[in-house]
């Protein structure tokens, strides 16, 4: 007889006898000092040396570091269902957020963080940097500590002692929200894992043929038309203005910075659906909920779409605090090249002059970047001539390789959701790349960072985002944030194993590649 029929057959009185010898809770096991995702610059843990969260323990926070000190704090009270105020700094004991004495090496996003049996110290020159050391205490935090429910504790955080600054300043991911809208609950949700993995950019892909997602005064019927439906149909969506700047400020909250995308010439059949005049016909397309790329434009002849352009730039650079707008340019194969260049050219301008710096797909090399343009690399190759060329003038690089860091791209033959155009990607497959030392002739000081881009069409559901990218948008986190010297798969298959009885709690609907050993095949 197993044990639920054994117990379904005692007596009320003598289940009670029997509950407070259960099995230890699994919060009483203390997590690896080593364990943290992305890899810390220098780690070195204090062997047998813990510190507890008691009912007593209070965080102390630096002027400026309240917010930070508060959403440290949140989450755990849930979990423990102890008290931890958040009070100003110094404190004895407890968990200390200092904007002082960080070691000047650490710059604006780095942390030092010290665990000792008496406190929990982290410093940092900014708050960011005690944003991101706070991420790694929260990796140090037992698992049942992202429960949404009071758990029975204790809680042990391991000792030691990191110092740790990221590789890149653009850690990035995206999510298209054009193909199928997702709500702003399920952006938040996404922000969330993201900040968990120090990923410091949230590229929101918020139009294409398919769907325009942000509401432009000027422009009403984009949005209400435009973002009337999605891929294979259904209602579709989009944001009001106070739906965006709610994303951008819980995103800020959390040291993500948004960064907007309008696609453009192509990818804009939603625009063209929704104003006949935009067309060089002046015949509005249909609305469109198919997957093909490539077969719409913007009509580059007509002065009236570069009205169109400055209006809707304007209005969302004015949402957007964050230094970039992305403008797309990607599969322009319905426009000719000479006037996809002008076109690009043209609209840098536009762009620049409402104060923002132009990020685009890296085909906008083709045309003739602004000294500050930023080209976001998404080839299947190691070899792109006018990449490297651009690279060679001075233009940074956000490294996508599809058949790497497409999170949108199958993990193997047998993955239902996703596509496989760029190849199967698993684990080993995303981790498995030196952004700094990718392109034939691109020096690492051309690479800004990397982004693992999410497309959907054919994600519909939080449950969809989270398969597709844990737990490959860890390992790509873990290649912008860590120094190339911690690459070894190894070592980080293990340490990313770790994380899934924590994606678990958190209810996080990861793939279980066979690559990773999953810790009680959580
Ligand atoms: C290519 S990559 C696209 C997107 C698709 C994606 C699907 C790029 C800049 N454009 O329009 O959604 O493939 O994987």
């Known amino acids: 007889m197993n044990v639920r029929r054994l117990l379904a057959l005692l007596p009320v009185s003598l289940l009670l006898l029997i509950i407070p010898t259960a099995p230890p809770s699994t919060a009483a096991t203390v997590v690896a000092f080593g364990s943290v ?27 400026g570091a309240e917010g930070v000190g508060e959403r440290l704090a949140a989450p755990l009270r849930r979990s423990t269902g102890y008290p931890l105020p958040v009070s100003p700094a110094p404190g004895a004991g407890g968990i200390s957020l200092l904007l002082s004495g960080a070691p000047a090496t650490v710059g604006a996003e780095g942390y030092q963080l010290d665990v000792t049996a008496t406190s929990i110290v982290i410093r940092a020159n900014r708050p960011a940097g005690l944003w991101n050391g706070v991420q790694t205490l929260h990796q140090l935090l037992p698992v049942a500590a992202d429960s949404a429910t009071v758990q029975p504790g204790p809680w042990p955080v391991p ?17 298209d929200v054009a193909r199928h809208f997702f709500t702003v609950a399920a952006v938040e949700r996404y922000i969330d894992q993201l900040a968990l993995y120090k990923v410091n950019y949230l590229h929101l892909h918020l139009s294409d043929d398919q769907g325009w997602r942000i509401a432009i005064d000027s422009w009403p019927n984009l949005a209400t038309y435009g973002g009337s439906t999605a891929v294979g149909g259904g209602p579709g969506g989009y944001y009001t203005k106070a739906d965006y700047q709610q994303i951008v400020s819980y995103a800020a909250a959390r040291s993500v910075t948004v960064v907007p995308e309008i696609d453009m010439p192509s990818h804009t059949n939603a625009a063209l659906a929704s104003y006949a005049s935009l067309n060089c016909d002046g015949v509005a397309p249909p609305l469109y909920t198919g997957t093909d790329v490539g077969f719409s434009s913007l009509c580059t002849a007509k002065e009236l779409t570069y009205t169109f352009i400055d209006q809707v730039v304007g209005e969302l650079a004015a949402l957007t605090p964050g230094p970039y707008l992305h403008i797309g340019g990607d599969e322009a194969a319905s426009t000719a090249p000479a006037d996809y260049a002008a076109f690009v050219n043209r609209v ?25 343009t930023v080209a976001q690399y998404w080839g299947t190759t190691t070899n792109d001539a006018s990449v490297k ?12 390789p599809a058949n790497r860091a497409y999170i949108d791209m199958k993990y193997n033959s047998r993955t239902t959701l996703g596509q496989n155009w760029a190849g199967y990607i698993d684990v080993k497959t995303a981790y498995g790349w030196d952004p700094g030392a990718y392109l034939t002739g691109v020096a690492a000081s051309s690479v800004l960072g990397v982004e693992a881009p999410l497309w959907t069409e054919t994600l519909t559901t939080s449950a969809d985002i989270d398969y597709m990218a844990f737990p490959r948008l860890p390992a790509i986190a873990e290649l912008g944030w860590s120094p190339y010297s911690t690459h070894n798969w190894t070592a980080f298959k293990q340490r990313l194993g770790a994380q899934g009885p924590r994606w678990k709690v958190m209810g996080v609907n990861y793939y279980h590649s066979t690559q990773i050993s999953w810790p009680g095949g959580s």
């Open 389 to 400: 060329t651009a690279a060679q003038n001075g233009t940074k690089l956000i490294m996508s």
């Open 348 to 372: 840098q301008r536009i762009v620049a002059a409402h104060g923002k710096t132009v990020a685009g797909w890296h085909d906008v090399t083709k045309a003739t970047p602004l000294p500050s």
């Open 37 to 63: 995702v992305p890899a810390p610059v220098t780690s070195t843990a204090a062997a047998g040396v813990t510190y507890g969260i008691t009912v007593s323990t209070a965080v102390y926070a630096d002027p």
């Open 159 to 175: 000792g030691g002692h990191i110092v740790d600054y990221p590789r890149f300043g653009y850690r990035g991911a995206m999510l």
